[in-house]
């Protein structure tokens, strides 16, 4: 099996369409969180994205635990992994895009505010985060030993 196979049928499967769809509601409400405390509270990027994160991440972690992952792993465990996980995840993507972003829209010179600029990181960032979140609960945190090929 070639390596762009196994890397579709890693994300092209029932787990992930599950981890997916929950990851759909608890993107809307981490967004609704974040985008709320930015723009309502003006607490800045990293606060507001890493509270709406963690806000979400907690409900995540049962949902995907019994219903993604299906997994028996004893929940002190699997909670300490979930949560380094998205730490780890959280810090690669947001701070990643937000820097990014900032050096390409100043090199593109569009004239868009910091506001705006951190707005559509914010939005790229979680697309990141899903990804890497998916791969890290998968292959570490939900990982049945059973389930192993």
Sequence with gaps: MTFINKLISFFLNKEFMIFLLIGF???LFAMV??????NLLH???YISSFTGTFSAAVLGFFLNRKFAFSSDCKI???MVKFFTVILICYLLAFTLT???FLYIFSILDLGLSINIIEQIAILFAQILFTLL???GQK??????KDKME
């Design 139 to 144: 292959l570490w945190t939900f990982k049945n």
């Design 43 to 45: 607490l800045g990027y």
């Design 98 to 100: 937000h820097k990014l």
């Design 76 to 78: 002190f465990s699997s």
């Design 133 to 135: 979140n998916f791969t």
């Design 33 to 38: 969180i974040t985008y709320s405390i930015y």
């Design 25 to 27: 509601f608890n993107t």
